[in-house]
């Protein structure tokens, strides 16, 4: 039993910035990879990014890359992405997802945890 809890999604004025975060709780682990993704109304979830245990591998969904910036603290058991440069394209739920094990992975059957999600809405 592991809870995640994605916050900080809103609404932002295209070009400007967010940071969400996903916090976990309950049974958690020592050592697990988390990612990010996200689903636009009437699309199917797509990966955003992903980070490993020890923070060094960052793999990035291309429509993102250079924009986003995924983090982990892992002594807070809180993983972090930080939105600049915001796109009304970007507008979505995100959800946080994580699954044991140090090694990354971008496609969503790899997970075995899910947040609620978040909204984010990047406005014209």
Known sequence: QV???ESGGGLVQAGGSLRVSCAASGR???SYAMAWFRQA???EREFVA???WGGFSTPYA????GRFTIARDNAKNTVYLQMNSLKPEDTAVYYCAARQGRVVATTRDKYDYWGQGTQVTVSS
């Open 3 to 5: 809870q995640l809890v």
């Open 50 to 52: 992903a980070i490993n």
């Open 28 to 30: 958690t682990f020592g």
């Open 41 to 43: 109304p009437g699309k």
């Open 62 to 65: 291309e429509s993102v890359k």
